[in-house]
């Protein structure tokens, strides 16, 4: 099944919403952590990769 690239970017944005609301639910402590890093492949595509690590209300580390 195929979309078209608007279609595509309002289903990430979405998502993303979803998923950030669903995180700052569960963020409760004062500890978290932000890793991002972007290189270039051989064909100088860039890529980007972000990690979210924190604590939960629990105290479980989450990432």
């Known amino acids: 099944m195929m979309y078209s690239p608007s279609i595509q970017k309002d289903i ?3 998502c ?3 998923i950030f609301k ?3 639910e569960d963020l ?3 500890y978290f952590e932000i890793l991002v890093d972007e290189s ?3 064909s100088h595509k860039e890529k980007m ?3 979210l690590r924190y604590v ?3 105290g ?3 990432h």
């Open 49 to 51: 990769t972000l990690v």
């Open 40 to 42: 270039k492949d051989i």
């Open 56 to 58: 939960n209300k629990e």
């Open 12 to 14: 990430v944005d979405f």
């Open 16 to 18: 993303a919403k979803k």
């Open 22 to 24: 669903a995180i700052l």
């Open 28 to 30: 409760d402590g004062d």
């Open 60 to 62: 479980e580390i989450i």
